[in-house]
């Protein structure tokens, strides 16, 4: 499966931003998605996770500012990320999971500045 993320860029804190990301031509609706992102220098982390039902979670660090969303018609992950701050900083990348098989995305980098 190939993941395409996009919507990445560059912002000031407290600005917005939404990642999109897309598999053209698959049926993702089955799979657990999930957005991680990796800051320079440091491991690639869990940022938010929804289920096959719609179930969210999201790591504290981004609690009550990002949202995860899906559109299974168009089979696209969103991640609309509110209030950002420096610290949000990363290469942020999507995940499906379905039956023990993992699929990564490409990264798409995402810069806020102070």
């Known amino acids: 499966v190939q993941l395409q993320a996009s919507g990445g860029g560059s912002v000031q804190a407290g600005g917005s931003l939404r990642l999109s990301c897309a598999a053209p031509?698959?049926?993702?609706?089955?799979?657990?998605m999930a957005w991680f992102r990796q800051a320079p220098g440091k491991e690639r982390v869990y940022v938010a996770q929804?289920?096959?039902?719609?179930?969210?979670f999201y790591a504290d660090s981004v609690k009550g500012r990002f949202t995860i969303s899906r559109d299974n018609p168009h089979n696209i992950l969103y991640l609309e990320m509110r209030s950002l701050r420096p610290e949000d900083t990363a290469v942020y990348y999507c995940?499906?999971?379905?039956?023990?098989?993992?699929?990564w995305g490409k990264g798409t980098q995402v810069t806020v500045s102070s």
């Open positions: 929804i289920n096959a039902v719609g179930n969210v």
């Open positions: 031509g698959r049926d993702l609706s089955g799979h657990v």
């Open positions: 995940n499906a999971v379905k039956f023990g098989s993992v699929y």
